[in-house]
Every structure is written in C-alpha cells, then in structure tokens.
C-alpha cells in the first residue's frame, strides 16, 4: 500500500527550462511534505519542505506547490541545471504512528541534459 | 562539523550471519532514524530512537533485526541470521529535537549490504 507514489520514474530536461516533478499522497492525515534530492552512492539530501497549511513555498529555484484537495504536490525547479541531475524523493509525515517518520514515494531520476 | 556518519560504507555478509551497521549522529543530535531501501524503492522507515530509548519501531521485521543508541556510542542497527533478501542500502538520519516541521533529519551516506 503505497501512501506516497511518484509515477514517472525518470524526466528529462533541457538546460536552462523547468522541471516539474509530481507526487501523489493518499493518507490524509500527512501534515508535512519534503522533497530530497539523492546523488548515487550518498546519502538524501533535504530539499524544500512544506506544510500543510500553505499551498506554495518558494526558496531560489526551487517552489514546491501543493494541491489538499488533490493530495498533490510538485516540485518545480526553474531554471534546470545539469547539476540538478539526481533522484528527486517526495516524502511525508505526520500519519499514523509516529509523527516523527517519513514516508517516501519511490523517485524520479531527473536528467537536465545541456 | 561532520555530518551523521555511517560505517562501514559496504558490507558483505553470507546467508546466516550477522550485520552491524553504525551510526554516528551529527553532534548535537540525540534523535536517530533508521530507513531501509530496496532495490529500485524508496526508502522506508524502519525504527526511530532518543538516546537509550526506542521511541517507534513500527516499520522494523518483528524477526532479526534490533536497534539501539546506548547513552555512549553509536546508534546500532543489527541483523542476525541475514538473508539474501536483507540486501540493500540502509541510511541512518538525525536530527537535534522531534523533526518535522520543526527541524529537518540530516541523512548519512549509507551502508550498502549485499548478502551473499
């Protein structure tokens, strides 16, 4: 039972365009949701973060956008770099259990190609 | 200040015997998580823990595996008895108080074991 899912395993993009990259939830009781992003062979790395009392948050070139009555949230990344290639993880938290753990999606390898 | 680290980096084991994976939080830290990704996965949470104390083990195999963050030393993630199927990265975080949203949880590297 997947609660987070990322459907497109991989996007590419050219340099210098947006990339969009989504995420769908179905547990309604998450209350606060996380993109990291992932080089091969480390470890995640906190992206941007929102709550669920907001529906944009903004840091460079990074916005996360989220939509509560279509538990989905995107994450747009303008402009792209080649150095934004990676895997991006939607997470979230706050269901069932403790609040203090992180569900996550499954990934979308995003390629900025220059 | 060095980020949570993780050791050993790789580890090979053969079916049947045992695992330990360490982690050393950020200074300062005293919660730790431990998450487990498949092949292919995401990362899935396994167990959360305070120093001396298992606060949430909801996501760890009832068979196995244990945790601990003894007042001294690393957090230990064990596995007896491994199997092929325990094959995977497993990455520790950790965080100075309860996280989100009050504080994110910083990840470490990984431990990258292969059952064999």
């Known amino acids: 039972d997947q609660q987070v899912k990322q459907n497109s395993p991989s996007l590419s993009v050219q340099e210098g365009r947006i990339s969009i990259l989504n995420c769908d939830y179905t547990?309604?009781?998450?209350?606060?949701f996380l993109w990291y992003k992932k080089y091969p062979a480390e470890g995640p790395t906190f992206l941007i973060s929102i709550s669920s009392i907001k529906d944009k948050n903004e840091d460079g070139r990074f916005t996360v956008f989220l939509n509560k009555s279509a538990k989905h949230l995107s994450l747009h990344i303008v402009p792209s770099q080649p150095g934004d290639s990676a895997v991006y993880f939607c997470?979230?938290?706050?269901?069932?259990?403790?609040?203090?753990?992180?569900?996550f999606g499954s990934g979308t390898q995003l390629t900025v190609l220059p | 200040n060095a980020g949570v680290m993780q050791n050993p980096r790789h580890l090979v084991r053969r079916r049947g015997q045992e695992a330990r994976l360490r982690c050393s939080p950020m200074?300062?830290?005293?919660?730790v998580y431990w998450y487990r990704q498949l092949p292919e996965e995401g990362l899935k949470f396994m167990v959360y823990?305070?120093?001396?104390?298992?606060?949430?083990e909801s996501g760890m195999p009832k068979e196995r595996f244990s945790a601990e963050f003894p007042k001294e030393g690393p957090s230990i993630l064990r596995i007896q008895q491994v199997v092929r199927g325990d094959s995977a990265a497993y990455f520790c975080a950790s965080s100075p108080s309860p996280p989100f949203p009050n504080t994110e949880a910083f990840f470490g590297q990984g431990t990258r074991l292969t059952v064999v």
């Open positions: 823990l305070q120093k001396e104390n298992i606060i949430d």
């Open positions: 547990n309604s009781m998450f209350d606060y």
């Open positions: 200074k300062g830290h005293s919660h």
């Open positions: 997470a979230a938290s706050g269901a069932s259990g403790s609040a203090r753990q992180l569900t």
